[in-house]
Protein backbone atom coordinates (compact mmCIF):
# COMPACT_ATOMS: atom_id res chain seq x y z
CA UNK A 1 0.00 0.00 0.00
CA UNK A 2 2.67 2.19 0.67
CA UNK A 3 4.47 1.58 -2.53
CA UNK A 4 1.33 2.48 -4.14
CA UNK A 5 0.96 6.06 -2.41
CA UNK A 6 4.32 6.71 -3.06
CA UNK A 7 4.24 5.96 -7.20
CA UNK A 8 1.11 8.13 -6.70
CA UNK A 9 2.33 10.96 -5.25
CA UNK A 10 5.15 11.06 -7.23
CA UNK A 11 2.88 10.66 -10.18
CA UNK A 12 0.82 13.86 -9.40
CA UNK A 13 4.12 15.59 -8.27
CA UNK A 14 5.40 14.95 -11.72
CA UNK A 15 1.40 16.08 -13.91
CA UNK A 16 1.52 19.20 -11.88
CA UNK A 17 5.27 20.23 -12.48
CA UNK A 18 5.24 23.50 -14.57
CA UNK A 19 8.25 24.18 -17.07
CA UNK A 20 10.44 27.00 -15.75
CA UNK A 21 12.43 29.86 -17.90
CA UNK A 22 15.65 28.52 -16.49
CA UNK A 23 15.07 25.04 -17.28
CA UNK A 24 14.56 25.63 -20.93
CA UNK A 25 17.44 28.15 -21.01
CA UNK A 26 19.74 25.80 -19.77
CA UNK A 27 18.66 23.16 -22.69
CA UNK A 28 19.59 26.16 -25.19
CA UNK A 29 16.46 26.68 -25.97
CA UNK A 30 16.34 30.89 -25.60
CA UNK A 31 12.97 31.74 -26.91
CA UNK A 32 11.29 29.78 -25.18
CA UNK A 33 12.84 30.57 -22.03
CA UNK A 34 12.01 34.16 -22.64
CA UNK A 35 8.27 33.39 -24.02
CA UNK A 36 7.70 31.50 -20.47
CA UNK A 37 9.30 34.34 -18.30
CA UNK A 38 7.14 37.06 -20.10
CA UNK A 39 4.01 34.48 -20.22
CA UNK A 40 4.50 34.29 -16.20
CA UNK A 41 4.63 38.25 -16.41
CA UNK A 42 1.72 39.23 -18.24
CA UNK A 43 -0.45 36.58 -16.15
CA UNK A 44 0.59 38.05 -12.87
CA UNK A 45 -0.20 41.62 -14.22
CA UNK A 46 1.78 45.25 -14.13
CA UNK A 47 0.55 44.72 -10.60
CA UNK A 48 3.00 42.31 -9.33
CA UNK A 49 5.55 43.55 -11.86
CA UNK A 50 8.10 43.97 -9.36
CA UNK A 51 11.87 45.15 -9.18
CA UNK A 52 13.15 41.67 -9.27
CA UNK A 53 10.95 40.12 -12.09
CA UNK A 54 12.54 43.33 -13.84
CA UNK A 55 15.87 42.60 -12.92
CA UNK A 56 15.31 38.93 -13.87
CA UNK A 57 13.79 40.11 -17.61
CA UNK A 58 16.26 42.37 -18.04
CA UNK A 59 19.30 39.23 -17.39
CA UNK A 60 17.87 37.19 -19.36
CA UNK A 61 16.73 39.13 -22.79
CA UNK A 62 20.72 40.41 -21.91
CA UNK A 63 22.28 36.83 -22.09
CA UNK A 64 20.00 35.82 -25.12
CA UNK A 65 20.89 38.95 -27.04
CA UNK A 66 24.56 38.55 -26.59
CA UNK A 67 24.56 35.07 -27.42
CA UNK A 68 22.73 35.53 -31.23
CA UNK A 69 25.83 38.46 -31.81
CA UNK A 70 28.33 36.24 -30.62
CA UNK A 71 26.80 33.79 -33.02
CA UNK A 72 26.75 36.34 -35.76
CA UNK A 73 30.21 37.89 -35.36
CA UNK A 74 31.54 34.08 -35.26
CA UNK A 75 29.54 33.27 -38.16
CA UNK A 76 31.32 33.96 -41.65
CA UNK A 77 29.59 36.27 -44.16
CA UNK A 78 28.52 33.93 -46.62
CA UNK A 79 27.03 31.06 -44.49
CA UNK A 80 23.56 32.78 -45.17
CA UNK A 81 21.80 29.40 -43.48
CA UNK A 82 23.16 30.00 -40.51
CA UNK A 83 22.81 33.99 -40.16
CA UNK A 84 19.25 34.45 -41.53
CA UNK A 85 18.08 31.97 -38.56
CA UNK A 86 20.14 34.29 -36.33
CA UNK A 87 18.33 37.46 -37.74
CA UNK A 88 15.15 34.97 -37.49
CA UNK A 89 15.43 34.65 -33.88
CA UNK A 90 15.84 38.07 -33.18
CA UNK A 91 13.05 39.11 -35.08
CA UNK A 92 10.82 36.64 -33.06
CA UNK A 93 12.55 37.98 -29.90
CA UNK A 94 11.70 41.77 -31.15
CA UNK A 95 8.01 40.82 -31.32
CA UNK A 96 7.68 38.81 -28.13
CA UNK A 97 9.31 41.95 -26.28
CA UNK A 98 7.51 44.91 -27.93
CA UNK A 99 4.11 46.79 -27.23
CA UNK A 100 3.93 45.10 -24.05
CA UNK A 101 3.58 46.96 -20.45
CA UNK A 102 6.99 45.73 -19.59
CA UNK A 103 8.85 46.81 -22.51
CA UNK A 104 10.43 49.75 -21.32
CA UNK A 105 12.33 47.29 -19.04
CA UNK A 106 14.12 45.69 -22.21
CA UNK A 107 14.34 48.40 -24.03
CA UNK A 108 18.35 48.22 -24.74
CA UNK A 109 17.05 45.54 -26.91
CA UNK A 110 13.85 47.13 -28.27
CA UNK A 111 15.73 50.43 -28.94
CA UNK A 112 18.81 48.11 -30.62
CA UNK A 113 16.57 46.33 -32.88
CA UNK A 114 14.20 48.23 -35.04
CA UNK A 115 11.53 45.75 -36.61
CA UNK A 116 11.42 46.93 -40.16
CA UNK A 117 15.62 46.88 -40.14
CA UNK A 118 15.81 43.29 -39.25
CA UNK A 119 13.40 42.04 -41.55
CA UNK A 120 15.23 43.86 -44.49
CA UNK A 121 18.27 42.39 -43.03
CA UNK A 122 17.30 38.72 -43.46
CA UNK A 123 15.67 40.05 -46.97
CA UNK A 124 19.26 41.16 -48.54
CA UNK A 125 20.81 37.82 -46.54
CA UNK A 126 18.42 35.84 -48.60
CA UNK A 127 19.02 38.46 -51.41
CA UNK A 128 22.81 37.81 -51.32
CA UNK A 129 22.33 33.63 -50.84
CA UNK A 130 20.63 33.52 -54.05
CA UNK A 131 22.98 35.46 -55.74
CA UNK A 132 25.81 33.15 -54.47
CA UNK A 133 23.89 30.39 -56.57
CA UNK A 134 25.54 29.87 -60.23
CA UNK A 135 22.31 29.02 -62.56
CA UNK A 136 23.48 25.79 -64.34
CA UNK A 137 20.46 23.37 -64.11
CA UNK A 138 16.54 23.42 -63.25
CA UNK A 139 17.62 22.36 -59.60
CA UNK A 140 19.49 25.45 -59.05
CA UNK A 141 17.57 28.21 -60.85
CA UNK A 142 14.59 27.29 -58.81
CA UNK A 143 16.50 27.35 -55.40
CA UNK A 144 17.39 30.68 -56.72
CA UNK A 145 14.19 31.67 -57.06
CA UNK A 146 12.81 30.12 -53.99
CA UNK A 147 15.51 32.32 -52.06
CA UNK A 148 14.48 35.82 -53.60
CA UNK A 149 11.01 34.58 -52.99
CA UNK A 150 11.53 34.35 -48.83
CA UNK A 151 13.05 37.46 -48.99
CA UNK A 152 10.39 39.14 -50.79
CA UNK A 153 7.89 37.68 -47.98
CA UNK A 154 9.84 39.73 -45.04
CA UNK A 155 10.86 42.71 -47.42
CA UNK A 156 10.94 44.66 -51.25
CA UNK A 157 14.99 44.79 -50.64
CA UNK A 158 16.36 46.19 -54.08
CA UNK A 159 15.77 44.67 -57.27
CA UNK A 160 14.73 41.18 -55.56
CA UNK A 161 11.08 41.12 -56.94
CA UNK A 162 12.64 41.30 -60.54
CA UNK A 163 15.11 38.79 -59.81
CA UNK A 164 12.58 36.18 -58.46
CA UNK A 165 10.69 36.48 -61.54
CA UNK A 166 14.07 36.78 -63.53
CA UNK A 167 15.13 32.99 -61.84
CA UNK A 168 11.60 31.34 -61.63
CA UNK A 169 11.39 32.05 -65.56
CA UNK A 170 14.72 30.72 -66.11
CA UNK A 171 13.73 27.49 -63.80
CA UNK A 172 10.38 26.98 -66.21
CA UNK A 173 12.66 27.15 -69.51
CA UNK A 174 15.29 25.24 -68.22
CA UNK A 175 13.18 22.73 -66.50
CA UNK A 176 10.71 22.11 -69.30
CA UNK A 177 13.85 21.45 -72.11
CA UNK A 178 15.21 19.09 -69.67
CA UNK A 179 11.83 16.96 -69.37
CA UNK A 180 11.61 17.50 -72.77
CA UNK A 181 14.81 16.10 -73.78
CA UNK A 182 14.59 13.31 -70.92
CA UNK A 183 11.22 12.90 -72.97
CA UNK A 184 13.02 12.27 -76.17
CA UNK A 185 15.38 9.70 -74.82
CA UNK A 186 12.83 7.91 -73.22
CA UNK A 187 10.75 7.83 -76.72
CA UNK A 188 13.99 6.19 -78.31
CA UNK A 189 14.23 3.45 -75.82
CA UNK A 190 10.44 2.54 -76.30
CA UNK A 191 9.84 3.85 -73.33
CA UNK A 192 6.63 5.22 -73.92
CA UNK A 193 5.05 5.83 -70.34
CA UNK A 194 8.09 7.21 -69.09
CA UNK A 195 8.23 9.54 -72.00
CA UNK A 196 4.68 10.57 -71.72
CA UNK A 197 5.19 11.44 -68.50
CA UNK A 198 8.41 13.52 -68.92
CA UNK A 199 6.60 15.41 -72.09
CA UNK A 200 3.75 16.08 -69.64
CA UNK A 201 5.61 17.77 -66.97
CA UNK A 202 7.47 19.68 -69.78
CA UNK A 203 4.10 21.21 -70.30
CA UNK A 204 3.20 21.86 -67.01
CA UNK A 205 5.95 23.45 -65.73
CA UNK A 206 6.37 25.82 -68.61
CA UNK A 207 2.65 26.46 -68.82
CA UNK A 208 2.35 30.05 -66.51
CA UNK A 209 4.96 31.15 -69.83
CA UNK A 210 2.44 29.25 -72.49
CA UNK A 211 3.02 25.94 -74.70
CA UNK A 212 6.44 24.80 -75.02
CA UNK A 213 6.98 23.27 -78.13
CA UNK A 214 4.93 19.98 -79.06
CA UNK A 215 5.34 18.83 -75.83
CA UNK A 216 1.20 18.44 -75.09
CA UNK A 217 1.51 16.62 -78.76
CA UNK A 218 3.93 14.01 -77.66
CA UNK A 219 2.91 13.21 -74.48
CA UNK A 220 -0.56 12.21 -76.15
CA UNK A 221 1.62 10.12 -78.69
CA UNK A 222 3.66 8.45 -76.01
CA UNK A 223 1.08 7.66 -73.41
CA UNK A 224 -1.09 6.34 -76.86
CA UNK A 225 1.98 4.11 -77.60
CA UNK A 226 1.98 2.79 -73.69
CA UNK A 227 -1.25 1.82 -73.80
CA UNK A 228 -1.17 0.23 -76.87
CA UNK A 229 1.87 -1.49 -76.08
CA UNK A 230 -0.09 -3.02 -72.31
CA UNK A 231 -3.43 -3.51 -73.68
CA UNK A 232 -1.73 -5.68 -76.94
CA UNK A 233 0.60 -7.65 -73.85
CA UNK A 234 -2.58 -8.20 -72.15
CA UNK A 235 -4.54 -9.33 -74.91
CA UNK A 236 -2.09 -11.85 -76.24
CA UNK A 237 -1.92 -13.52 -72.72
CA UNK A 238 -5.49 -13.34 -72.51
CA UNK A 239 -5.42 -15.68 -75.88
CA UNK A 240 -3.26 -17.63 -74.95
CA UNK A 241 -4.63 -18.70 -71.65
CA UNK A 242 -7.72 -19.40 -73.67
CA UNK A 243 -6.48 -22.01 -75.93
CA UNK A 244 -6.06 -24.50 -72.96
CA UNK A 245 -8.95 -22.96 -70.45
CA UNK A 246 -11.30 -25.41 -69.59
CA UNK A 247 -12.51 -24.24 -65.84
CA UNK A 248 -14.79 -21.79 -64.93
CA UNK A 249 -11.82 -19.90 -63.00
CA UNK A 250 -9.92 -20.36 -66.20
CA UNK A 251 -12.21 -18.26 -68.04
CA UNK A 252 -12.46 -15.88 -65.73
CA UNK A 253 -8.68 -15.83 -66.00
CA UNK A 254 -8.77 -14.92 -69.52
CA UNK A 255 -11.61 -12.37 -69.23
CA UNK A 256 -9.54 -10.39 -66.67
CA UNK A 257 -6.59 -10.35 -69.19
CA UNK A 258 -9.32 -8.87 -71.95
CA UNK A 259 -10.56 -6.85 -68.76
CA UNK A 260 -7.01 -5.47 -68.44
CA UNK A 261 -6.38 -4.32 -72.34
CA UNK A 262 -10.40 -2.74 -72.54
CA UNK A 263 -9.65 -0.48 -69.49
CA UNK A 264 -5.60 0.57 -70.02
CA UNK A 265 -6.87 1.58 -73.69
CA UNK A 266 -10.14 3.20 -72.62
CA UNK A 267 -9.06 6.89 -72.62
CA UNK A 268 -8.33 5.94 -76.52
CA UNK A 269 -11.46 3.98 -77.38
CA UNK A 270 -11.96 0.47 -77.81
CA UNK A 271 -9.10 -2.20 -77.92
CA UNK A 272 -9.64 -4.53 -81.08
CA UNK A 273 -12.48 -7.00 -79.87
CA UNK A 274 -10.99 -7.00 -76.48
CA UNK A 275 -14.38 -5.86 -74.98
CA UNK A 276 -16.74 -8.69 -76.61
CA UNK A 277 -14.34 -11.16 -75.98
CA UNK A 278 -13.88 -10.05 -72.11
CA UNK A 279 -17.63 -10.79 -71.64
CA UNK A 280 -17.70 -14.12 -73.17
CA UNK A 281 -15.47 -15.06 -71.15
CA UNK A 282 -17.08 -14.02 -68.16
CA UNK A 283 -19.92 -15.84 -69.15
CA UNK A 284 -18.30 -18.71 -69.40
CA UNK A 285 -16.83 -18.59 -65.56
CA UNK A 286 -19.97 -17.93 -64.16
CA UNK A 287 -21.12 -19.99 -61.22
CA UNK A 288 -24.98 -20.46 -61.40
CA UNK A 289 -26.64 -21.20 -57.71
CA UNK A 290 -29.88 -22.09 -56.74
CA UNK A 291 -31.14 -21.88 -53.12
CA UNK A 292 -34.31 -22.70 -52.66
CA UNK A 293 -34.23 -24.58 -48.72
CA UNK A 294 -36.98 -24.52 -46.23
CA UNK A 295 -37.10 -22.95 -44.15
CA UNK A 296 -35.13 -19.77 -46.16
CA UNK A 297 -34.35 -17.90 -43.17
CA UNK A 298 -30.56 -18.47 -44.39
CA UNK A 299 -31.10 -16.38 -47.60
CA UNK A 300 -29.69 -13.35 -46.44
CA UNK A 301 -25.85 -15.86 -45.03
CA UNK A 302 -25.83 -17.74 -48.40
CA UNK A 303 -25.78 -14.44 -50.12
CA UNK A 304 -23.51 -12.88 -48.00
CA UNK A 305 -20.58 -15.53 -48.27
CA UNK A 306 -21.49 -17.06 -51.46
CA UNK A 307 -22.02 -14.36 -53.74
CA UNK A 308 -19.28 -12.65 -55.74
CA UNK A 309 -18.75 -11.58 -58.95
CA UNK A 310 -19.22 -14.37 -60.66
CA UNK A 311 -21.74 -16.13 -58.68
CA UNK A 312 -24.79 -15.52 -59.99
CA UNK A 313 -28.02 -16.73 -58.01
CA UNK A 314 -31.21 -18.18 -59.94
CA UNK A 315 -35.11 -18.72 -59.76
CA UNK A 316 -35.26 -22.21 -60.98
CA UNK A 317 -33.07 -25.20 -60.42
CA UNK A 318 -32.88 -26.36 -64.01
CA UNK A 319 -31.01 -23.20 -64.49
CA UNK A 320 -28.20 -23.85 -62.15
CA UNK A 321 -24.90 -25.52 -61.54
CA UNK A 322 -24.95 -25.46 -57.63
CA UNK A 323 -27.97 -26.58 -55.44
CA UNK A 324 -27.19 -25.34 -52.03
CA UNK A 325 -29.89 -27.04 -49.18
CA UNK A 326 -29.91 -26.21 -45.64
CA UNK A 327 -32.16 -27.63 -43.32
CA UNK A 328 -32.36 -28.27 -39.45
CA UNK A 329 -34.08 -30.35 -36.50
CA UNK A 330 -34.61 -29.83 -32.99
CA UNK A 331 -34.74 -32.73 -30.81
CA UNK A 332 -35.87 -30.97 -27.24
CA UNK A 333 -35.56 -33.66 -24.08
CA UNK A 334 -37.29 -32.75 -20.76
CA UNK A 335 -34.03 -35.39 -18.88
CA UNK A 336 -36.71 -35.03 -15.68
CA UNK A 337 -35.20 -35.33 -11.70
CA UNK A 338 -33.10 -37.11 -10.45
CA UNK A 339 -32.19 -37.01 -6.57
CA UNK A 340 -28.54 -37.28 -5.01
CA UNK A 341 -28.28 -37.92 -0.99
CA UNK A 342 -24.98 -36.83 0.51
CA UNK A 343 -23.99 -37.45 4.53
CA UNK A 344 -21.72 -34.84 5.68
CA UNK A 345 -19.72 -34.64 9.35
CA UNK A 346 -19.45 -31.21 10.53
CA UNK A 347 -17.30 -30.79 13.67
CA UNK A 348 -19.30 -27.59 15.24
CA UNK A 349 -18.78 -25.77 18.81
CA UNK A 350 -19.79 -27.70 21.84
CA UNK A 351 -18.86 -26.06 25.30
CA UNK A 352 -16.00 -24.85 27.22
CA UNK A 353 -14.40 -27.29 29.77
CA UNK A 354 -11.67 -26.62 32.19
CA UNK A 355 -8.75 -28.37 31.81
CA UNK A 356 -5.38 -28.21 33.44
CA UNK A 357 -2.05 -26.44 31.76
CA UNK A 358 1.60 -27.28 32.15
CA UNK A 359 2.11 -25.20 35.32
CA UNK A 360 -1.35 -26.82 37.39
CA UNK A 361 -3.61 -24.00 36.73
CA UNK A 362 -7.10 -24.70 35.31
CA UNK A 363 -8.24 -23.19 32.20
CA UNK A 364 -10.91 -22.89 29.38
CA UNK A 365 -11.08 -24.77 26.19
CA UNK A 366 -13.76 -24.85 23.46
CA UNK A 367 -14.62 -28.29 23.17
CA UNK A 368 -16.32 -29.88 19.93
CA UNK A 369 -18.57 -32.12 18.67
CA UNK A 370 -19.88 -33.76 15.50
CA UNK A 371 -22.79 -33.27 13.90
CA UNK A 372 -24.26 -35.50 11.03
CA UNK A 373 -26.68 -34.13 8.07
CA UNK A 374 -27.84 -35.12 4.67
CA UNK A 375 -27.68 -32.88 1.67
CA UNK A 376 -30.48 -33.92 -0.31
CA UNK A 377 -29.64 -32.56 -3.96
CA UNK A 378 -32.86 -32.32 -6.51
CA UNK A 379 -31.38 -31.81 -9.93
CA UNK A 380 -34.63 -30.94 -13.20
CA UNK A 381 -32.55 -30.68 -16.53
CA UNK A 382 -33.37 -30.39 -20.23
CA UNK A 383 -31.25 -30.32 -23.53
CA UNK A 384 -31.96 -28.83 -26.88
CA UNK A 385 -30.01 -30.40 -29.92
CA UNK A 386 -30.00 -28.54 -33.07
CA UNK A 387 -28.62 -30.68 -36.33
CA UNK A 388 -28.53 -28.45 -39.32
CA UNK A 389 -27.24 -30.31 -42.54
CA UNK A 390 -25.73 -28.45 -45.36
CA UNK A 391 -25.95 -30.16 -48.85
CA UNK A 392 -24.62 -29.35 -52.25
CA UNK A 393 -25.28 -31.18 -55.33
CA UNK A 394 -23.84 -30.24 -58.85
CA UNK A 395 -20.57 -29.38 -60.19
CA UNK A 396 -19.72 -29.47 -56.98
CA UNK A 397 -20.29 -31.87 -54.11
CA UNK A 398 -20.49 -30.81 -50.09
CA UNK A 399 -22.25 -32.85 -47.71
CA UNK A 400 -21.99 -31.59 -43.97
CA UNK A 401 -23.56 -31.71 -40.74
CA UNK A 402 -23.21 -30.18 -37.56
CA UNK A 403 -24.69 -30.33 -34.08
CA UNK A 404 -25.02 -27.56 -31.43
CA UNK A 405 -26.20 -28.67 -27.87
CA UNK A 406 -27.41 -26.36 -24.94
CA UNK A 407 -28.85 -27.35 -21.81
CA UNK A 408 -29.95 -25.94 -18.51
CA UNK A 409 -30.65 -27.19 -15.18
CA UNK A 410 -32.39 -26.05 -11.80
CA UNK A 411 -30.83 -27.01 -8.66
CA UNK A 412 -32.59 -27.78 -5.29
CA UNK A 413 -30.61 -28.33 -2.18
CA UNK A 414 -32.35 -29.70 1.07
CA UNK A 415 -30.63 -29.72 4.24
CA UNK A 416 -31.67 -32.97 6.79
CA UNK A 417 -30.76 -34.36 10.36
CA UNK A 418 -28.14 -32.47 12.60
CA UNK A 419 -27.75 -29.37 10.32
CA UNK A 420 -25.02 -26.83 11.80
CA UNK A 421 -26.97 -23.31 12.26
CA UNK A 422 -25.05 -21.87 9.33
CA UNK A 423 -26.74 -23.95 6.55
CA UNK A 424 -30.34 -23.09 4.68
CA UNK A 425 -32.04 -24.82 1.93
CA UNK A 426 -31.45 -23.34 -1.15
CA UNK A 427 -31.64 -23.20 -5.17
CA UNK A 428 -29.97 -22.43 -7.99
CA UNK A 429 -29.69 -22.26 -11.66
CA UNK A 430 -33.07 -22.12 -13.73
CA UNK A 431 -34.77 -24.45 -16.24
CA UNK A 432 -34.98 -22.67 -19.20
CA UNK A 433 -37.72 -22.92 -22.10
CA UNK A 434 -37.35 -24.82 -25.52
CA UNK A 435 -37.89 -21.62 -26.88
CA UNK A 436 -34.93 -20.37 -24.81
CA UNK A 437 -32.44 -22.89 -25.40
CA UNK A 438 -33.44 -22.56 -29.37
CA UNK A 439 -32.62 -19.06 -29.48
CA UNK A 440 -28.89 -20.06 -27.38
CA UNK A 441 -28.41 -22.41 -30.15
CA UNK A 442 -29.46 -20.56 -33.06
CA UNK A 443 -26.23 -17.78 -31.93
CA UNK A 444 -24.00 -20.93 -32.40
CA UNK A 445 -25.49 -22.42 -35.49
CA UNK A 446 -24.87 -19.15 -37.63
CA UNK A 447 -21.68 -18.92 -36.72
CA UNK A 448 -21.00 -22.10 -37.94
CA UNK A 449 -22.55 -21.96 -40.66
CA UNK A 450 -21.07 -18.96 -42.06
CA UNK A 451 -17.61 -21.01 -41.27
CA UNK A 452 -18.85 -23.05 -43.55
CA UNK A 453 -20.31 -21.33 -46.31
CA UNK A 454 -16.88 -19.67 -46.48
CA UNK A 455 -15.34 -23.17 -47.12
CA UNK A 456 -18.00 -23.63 -49.72
CA UNK A 457 -17.37 -19.96 -51.28
CA UNK A 458 -13.13 -20.83 -51.63
CA UNK A 459 -13.97 -24.21 -53.65
CA UNK A 460 -16.61 -22.88 -55.67
CA UNK A 461 -13.73 -20.17 -56.79
CA UNK A 462 -11.28 -23.24 -58.04
CA UNK A 463 -14.02 -24.52 -60.40
Known amino acids: MRILITIFVIFFLTACHTRTSE ?3 KEGKYLESISLLTNNIEEKGLKKYDKDKAEKLRTLVTNVMEHYETNLANTPDNDYKKRIDIYQNLLKMK ?63 KD ?14 VAAKEYYDLGKKFAQERNYKEAATAFSNASQVYQPLGKYRDSDKLAIENDKKYCTQEAEAAYQQAQQLSQNASKRHEFREVADYFNKAVKVYQPYGQYRDAKALADTYQKKGIVKVYYNSSPSQFTNEIREYIDSYYIEFTNYLSDADIDIRIDYDIDFNDLGKSVNHETKTEKVFDKYVEVPNKKGKMTKLKSYKDQRYTIETETHSNQLTLTTNIMVNGIYSYIKSFKVKETSAKYKYIYSGDVPSKYRNYSEGSLKSRDELYKQAQKEQLTELRSRLKDIAKDLSYL
Not at 129 to 148: C, F
Not at 160 to 173: F, G, L, P
Open 23 to 25: EAY
Open 95 to 157: MMLRDRFYSSTVDFFNNKYDLEQLEQTIAKQYYDYANSITGTDSISYKNKANLYQLGLERYNY
Open 160 to 173: IEKRYQNAQTKYMQ
